[in-house]
């Protein structure tokens, strides 16, 4: 999957790249350090938002993820 490629809701995906924070996925944000996800974490697309950011569930919340830090998640 390029970058041109959208996910679609209810896709897993993983995290390739950790950003330097994370911004919950919530009606009021807030800033969560890189270290609450983990490289290679699979999460569940919840929806997008304008920016090409993704609401993405990890295992400990929800987060909204620039798509540059997405891959799909391996198939097993």
């Known amino acids: 999957m390029d970058n041109d490629m959208a ?3 209810g896709d897993r995906v993983r995290l ?3 950003p330097p924070y994370f911004k ?3 009606p009021i944000p807030m800033l969560r350090p890189p270290n609450v996800v983990q490289l290679d ?3 569940v697309v919840m929806g997008r938002d ?3 950011f993704w609401r993405v ?3 400990r919340g929800a987060y909204l993820v620039d798509r540059k830090y997405l891959g799909p998640a391996e198939k097993v």
């Open 7 to 9: 996910f679609k809701t």
């Open 41 to 43: 974490e699979e999460g």
């Open 57 to 59: 569930r990890f295992s």
């Open 24 to 26: 919950t996925a919530e």
């Open 16 to 18: 390739i790249t950790l």
């Open 50 to 52: 304008p920016g090409d």
